[in-house]
Each structure stands twice: as structure tokens, then as C-alpha cells.
């Protein structure tokens, strides 16, 4: 009943906003979650830290303060997109160069999309089947909120995005939809197991990557492509699709993993303000 009375009384009154007032909010809700809740302000500069070491303590709280304005900006561009419409969408997802999808699309080839937590990932996932002659299959963990779980999903799943839980990863990669598609997967979040994990180095730390998406890679034959997400301006992004590799049982063990991870860390390094630095991305330690 409560997560009713949330989504109806106020995610979806925001949802309706429009965008001049929605950042109104944004710029209110930064000095909240900032200034006065400090919502994991020591996990974020704990993150930073770790990963510039040789940045000051005046660049990395400079860092923290910039991430913490789009992260604000986050928030109400996904509860944007519970209404957001289709004009709004290709308006707002513009894509740098298409021509590398069209050519895998006439070539017959289904695809991997290997994506991060960098600028807003959200409306990237929700507005790419429309910018993409592939059907996108996002890859995800449910929530165990079911309500909103559901709300989530439906949400996403407006413009051609087929949501699809991990449990079910296996058995989407063997059913024919009739399209080629693109498996969508994240990869700098934890990995559900470290143990299955590769590990390797990432923003100057230990860090074990989730390895699903080099298994798939290599067990269907997909090339793989990662899309790095570009803020143009406030609630417009651009996507840059960079190749992986078009023949990923060519490579050897782990590359494929490393490449996507450092083609992220790259963006990172060059925007670090648009990571997701209240992740607590590095709870598991690397064994003896």
C-alpha cells in the first residue's frame, strides 16, 4: 500500500513536471541530499580518493560536489521517465555513429551492448530501441519490491526495450524473436558471485568485474560493442558506440572483460563527476 501511495501521490506528479521545473526540484533536492542529509558523502569521497590518489583534497571535494548536481539530475530524469514521451525521447538520445549497428543489422548478426553506470544509463536503455533496427534486451536484477519492480519494468519497456531478469539470461540468448537483437549488459557493478568474477585493476584498485557478458560473448559468437554515454547538456546525451571486437573467440581469456572495463574507466577518468560514486563498488577483496 505505501509504495502505491508513493508512486501515484509523488513519483508521478514529478514524473509530469516539466523540464524547466524538474531541475528547479533537482537544484533543491542537491542541497538536501548534500548539504543537509549528506546521503553517503564518506562512501563517495572514500571512492574518489581510493581511485585519484594523486588528486587534492580541494579537486576531489570539488569532484564530489559537481557528481552530487547530476546526480540529483538522475534522480528526476528517471522518474522523468515513467512519462516521458517518444519526441522527448529521440530529441533527448542522440546517437554519434549509427552506421556501426546498421552495418551488424544488414549483416544478419545479433549483438552484445556492454554499458555502464556513467551519466544517465536510464534513458540510453530506454530510448535506444528507437534510434536501433536491433530490439534491445536489457539484462537486469528485479527488484524485490514488487510493485515497483513492476512499475520499472513497464517504464522501461515503453519504446521497444525487452527487460529480461538474470535468471533468465540463458534462455533468452536461445530464443528466436524474429529480430536480431542486442543483449544489453552492465559491467562495472559487483558481480552477484566475486568468486566468478575476473579480476583486475580499475581506477587504481583491486576490482573484480562481473564475466556473463564475455561467456555470452564468446559462447553465441556476438560482437561486442560498448555505448559511451555523453552529456551534451542537462537531460541530453550523446552515444558513442566503440568496438570491442567483432570476433570475440579470437581473444584471449579476460580480454574482453578488460577492454569493456577499461573503455568505461577511460570516461570516467575524463568525467569522473558523472559515475556512480555512492556505489559501494569495492566490498570484495581479492583472494591470496
Same mark, same amino acid.
Given at each position: ?10 513519483? +508521478? ?75 522527448? +525521447? ?12 546498421? @552495418? ?12 555502464? #553506470? ?12 528507437? @534510434? ?11 527488484? #524485490? ?5 513492476? &512499475? ?5 519497456? &515503453? ?106 574507466? @577511460? ?22
Amino acid at each position: 500500500m505505501g509504495s502505491r501511495i508513493l508512486y501515484y501521490l509523488v513519483i +508521478l506528479p514529478i514524473s509530469i513536471l516539466p523540464y524547466r521545473l524538474l531541475y528547479g526540484f533537482s537544484d533543491f533536492l542537491f542541497l538536501i541530499v548534500y548539504s543537509v542529509i549528506g546521503y553517503r558523502r564518506e562512501v563517495t569521497l572514500t571512492n574518489l580518493k581510493n581511485s585519484f590518489p594523486e588528486k587534492s583534497n580541494e579537486d576531489l571535494n570539488n569532484i564530489m560536489r559537481k557528481f552530487y548536481h547530476h546526480f540529483c539530475d538522475l534522480v528526476v530524469e528517471s522518474l522523468k521517465g515513467f512519462t516521458i514521451s517518444e519526441k522527448q +525521447l529521440r530529441k533527448r538520445v542522440v546517437l554519434r555513429n549509427p552506421e556501426i549497428m546498421e @552495418k551488424w543489422f544488414q549483416e544478419g548478426k545479433d549483438i552484445m551492448i556492454i554499458g555502464g #553506470h556513467f551519466n544517465n544509463w536510464e534513458i540510453v536503455a530506454q530510448g535506444i530501441g528507437l @534510434k536501433v533496427k536491433h530490439m534491445p534486451i536489457g539484462i537486469y536484477k528485479a527488484l #524485490h519490491n514488487k510493485f515497483f519492480d513492476g &512499475k520499472m519494468k513497464k517504464s522501461r519497456e &515503453k519504446y521497444r526495450l525487452l527487460m529480461v531478469p538474470i535468471p533468465e539470461t540463458k534462455v533468452t540468448f536461445e530464443t528466436d524473436f524474429g529480430v536480431r537483437n542486442a543483449m544489453v549488459f552492465g559491467m562495472d557493478q559487483n558481480p552477484g558471485r566475486a568468486s566468478k568474477g575476473h579480476w583486475m585493476t580499475f581506477l587504481n584498485q583491486d576490482t573484480v568485474v562481473a564475466f556473463g557478458a564475455e561467456r555470452y560473448a564468446k559462447e553465441y559468437n556476438r560482437p561486442v560493442v560498448h555505448t559511451a554515454v555523453h552529456k551534451v547538456k542537462r537531460g541530453h546525451y550523446e552515444v558513442e558506440f566503440r568496438v570491442i571486437t567483432e570476433s570475440p573467440n579470437d581473444l584471449p581469456h579476460g580480454a574482453i572483460t578488460e577492454l569493456c572495463t577499461k573503455s568505461i574507466e @577511460k570516461d570516467i577518468v575524463e568525467k569522473p563527476e558523472f559515475w556512480l560514486w555512492t556505489h559501494r563498488r569495492w566490498k570484495a577483496k581479492r583472494p591470496a
